[in-house]
């Protein structure tokens, strides 16, 4: 299904994904390099290893203190949790930090599946391109008025990490 820039809007608001940007490429199938793969695993350690500049979204992911300590040390990706290509590598995307993103699986990237699928054989696809390393829709992003301690918590952990690092 071809869409414009306000249909597919429109459909990842449907989805509950209404504050996704997206952006516009022209999907020209490009070779994918044999090891490619291997090279993805290691993008995928070091991806995750930088997200200590992203603990806000982290602490609304509602980790629990091992699985954050876990996925920021390089170590585990929590279930549910998934690491995407903002411009797949079989359309032209690099594999690098800034083509990727993440978010939970469920619902969201197989909502992104779906939304991406729908559009197969259209000459403009429409790819979800959100601001940040990591996208939490922004219904589940508001804190309440007496604060985010778990956010706290979570900044004071990655604080020392990168410290640690020599990344302060």
Request: glycine share 6%.
């Amino acid at each position: 299904m071809q869409l414009n820039k306000e249909t597919a809007e429109r459909r990842l608001l449907d989805f509950g994904m209404g504050d996704l940007p997206v952006q516009e490429i022209r999907p020209i199938p490009v070779r994918v390099a044999p090891d490619w793969f291997a090279k993805y695993k290691k993008l995928c350690h070091d991806f995750i290893i930088s997200l200590t500049d992203s603990v806000e979204e982290l602490a609304f992911m509602n980790l629990t203190q091992d699985e954050f300590m876990s996925l920021i040390s390089g170590a585990k990706i929590p279930q549910n949790l998934s690491i995407r290509f903002r411009i797949p590598l079989v359309w032209g995307g690099k594999l690098e930090i800034e083509n990727l993103f993440m978010c939970w699986t469920f619902p969201y990237s197989q909502r992104l599946d779906r939304f991406i699928i729908e559009q197969a054989g259209s000459e403009t696809i429409w790819l979800p391109n959100p601001v940040k390393k990591i996208y939490v829709s922004a219904h589940n992003a508001s804190g309440g008025d007496g604060g985010n301690a778990t956010e706290d918590r979570l900044s004071q952990m990655a604080a020392q990490i990168a410290a640690s690092r020599g990344m302060e």
